[in-house]
């Protein structure tokens, strides 16, 4: 008989928020495979677990998860975890439920923590129609059609973002849709956990040198009511540049191009900002 792929949930930050289930079934199944056996060899160490761990990633699910649908088959039980979170939802794992599937095998989700759902019901915005994105391509041609793509979508948006980013991606979004409501959540359930809520340029003042992970709600709405924000004045460009090269130490150049990419400009428009304010001083 077939054993069963348990798709296990494990904390995001905080190792009290995994749950007595999915705790019993690590310390019983056969084998974990883990998005990075040294980050969950810290859950199990806790809870002195001492099941064997497998490696299944991004880079080996392809290959590796034949193997460990034939243990399934033979009869093992496997729990599938990834680093933070649920499985699958922005991380690996997809390929080895397909598998499993297709193969009759039993999978059984155990629910637990999810960065997603913790930044909405902590973002005080609708919760009534919710589309969650995972994160935003980084290729230009690909980010802009993202963005396109939410022009359709009147409801909460629920994505993740890395910390060198976040900004560029806040000042996109003010810069497509308006100034709408949103909560920017950093370290989720970890000690330096925080809630940015309020208007998109409110929370892109109150956002000093960005670290941890980020996860994102904001409400798109009605785009026939919003225009689009005005350019930065040469000012506001200036200050922007000068938080950029001292405390992200980037370069001018570096810094020139941010703030184009930004802002929707070409970076001749940002030297040209720059200058007036230089020689106005």
Same mark, same amino acid.
């Given at each position: 008989?077939?054993?069963?792929?348990?798709? &296990? =949930?494990?904390?995001?930050?905080?190792?009290?928020?995994?749950?007595?289930?999915?705790?019993?079934?690590?310390?019983?199944?056969?084998?974990?495979? =883990?998005?990075?056996?040294?980050?969950?060899?810290?859950?199990?160490?806790?809870?002195?677990?001492?099941?064997?761990?497998?490696?299944?990633?991004?880079?080996?699910?392809?290959?590796?998860?034949?193997?460990?649908?034939?243990?399934?088959?033979?009869?093992?039980? $496997?729990?599938?975890?990834?680093?933070?979170?649920?499985?699958? &939802?922005?991380?690996?794992?997809?390929?080895?439920?397909?598998?499993?599937?297709?193969?009759?095998?039993?999978?059984?989700?155990?629910?637990?923590?999810?960065?997603?759902?913790?930044?909405? &019901?902590?973002?005080?915005?609708?919760?009534?129609?919710?589309?969650?994105?995972?994160?935003?391509?980084?290729?230009?041609?690909?980010?802009?059609?993202?963005?396109?793509?939410?022009?359709?979508?009147?409801?909460?948006?629920?994505?993740?973002?890395?910390?060198?980013?976040?900004?560029?991606?806040?000042?996109?979004? +003010?810069?497509?849709?308006?100034?709408?409501?949103?909560? &920017?959540?950093?370290?989720?359930?970890?000690?330096?956990?925080?809630?940015?809520?309020?208007? $998109?340029?409110?929370?892109?003042?109150?956002?000093?040198?960005?670290?941890?992970?980020?996860?994102?709600?904001?409400?798109?709405?009605?785009?026939?009511?919003?225009?689009?924000?005005?350019?930065?004045?040469?000012?506001?460009?200036?200050?922007?540049?000068?938080?950029?090269? =001292?405390?992200?130490?980037?370069?001018?150049?570096?810094?020139?191009?941010?703030?184009?990419?930004?802002?929707?400009?070409?970076?001749?428009?940002?030297?040209?900002? +720059?200058?007036?304010?230089?020689?106005?001083?």
């Amino acid at each position: 008989m077939p054993g069963t792929l348990f798709v &296990v =949930a494990t904390p995001i930050g905080n190792l009290e928020d995994i749950s007595a289930r999915a705790l019993r079934i690590l310390q019983q199944v056969s084998l974990i495979a =883990a998005e990075d056996t040294r980050r969950t060899a810290q859950l199990l160490a806790r809870y002195s677990i001492r099941t064997r761990t497998t490696s299944l990633h991004e880079h080996n699910e392809s290959s590796k998860a034949s193997q460990l649908i034939d243990r399934l088959t033979r009869g093992d039980s $496997i729990a599938l975890v990834s680093d933070a979170g649920t499985p699958t &939802v922005s991380d690996p794992g997809q390929r080895l439920v397909r598998a499993a599937i297709h193969e009759g095998i039993r999978v059984e989700p155990v629910p637990g923590p999810s960065a997603a759902l913790a930044a909405l &019901v902590g973002s005080g915005l609708s919760t009534e129609s919710v589309t969650f994105l995972g994160f935003p391509p980084t290729r230009s041609k690909d980010r802009r059609a993202w963005f396109d793509a939410l022009r359709s979508a009147a409801r909460t948006i629920v994505f993740f973002e890395a910390p060198h980013r976040i900004r560029t991606t806040l000042h996109e979004l +003010l810069s497509r849709f308006g100034d709408r409501p949103i909560a &920017v959540a950093r370290e989720l359930t970890k000690v330096h956990e925080e809630f940015l809520r309020g208007s $998109i340029s409110d929370v892109l003042t109150r956002l000093e040198q960005p670290r941890g992970e980020f996860t994102i709600v904001v409400e798109i709405g009605q785009m026939i009511e919003y225009e689009p924000a005005k350019p930065p004045s040469d000012e506001e460009m200036a200050d922007e540049f000068g938080r950029l090269t =001292a405390i992200q130490d980037l370069s001018r150049r570096q810094a020139v191009q941010h703030l184009a990419r930004a802002h929707g400009l070409k970076a001749r428009d940002v030297y040209s900002a +720059l200058e007036r304010v230089k020689n106005s001083v």
